[in-house]
Nanobody, 119 residues
Framework: QVQLVESGGGLVQTGGSLRLSCATSGSIFSINDMAWYRQAPGKQRELVAAITKGGITNYADSVKGRFTISRDNAKNTVYLQMNSLKPEDTAVYYC?????????????WGQGTQVTVSS
């Protein structure tokens, strides 16, 4: 069974920074794309940033220049460094990964971590 566990969320003031981590576990052979999504109250889940296994990144326009996604392929872990945070960044942030495991192949989701930015 594959599990993704996010950590690093919390409450921060406008302009502050947070670093999210997503650790994976299970009988994983490889992970292709990894990504961070977020969902604010009353809104649809949206892609924040994505990274390929080779390190090619993609960002939502709203976070470009402020957020940085990275990954450690040896640890099957993905990170999201969030700087210059704004109140509109407040949301539950979810990790997503395209996983090839012993008993599963496909996209998996973490349980989410809350990020709250106060004004």
């Amino acid at each position: 069974q594959v599990q993704l566990v996010e950590s690093g969320g919390g409450l921060v003031q406008t302009g502050g920074s947070l670093r999210l981590s997503c650790a994976t576990s299970g009988s994983i052979f490889s992970i292709n794309d990894m990504a961070w999504y977020r969902q604010a109250p009353g809104k649809q889940r949206e892609l924040v940033a994505a990274i390929t296994k080779g390190g090619i990144t993609n960002y939502a326009d709203s976070v470009k220049g402020r957020f940085t996604i990275s990954r450690d392929n040896a640890k099957n872990t993905v990170y999201l460094q969030m700087n210059s945070l704004k109140p509109e960044d407040t949301a539950v942030y979810y990790c997503n990964a395209d996983v090839v495991a012993r008993t599963y192949r496909g996209r998996s989701w973490g349980q989410g971590t809350q990020v709250t930015v106060s004004s």
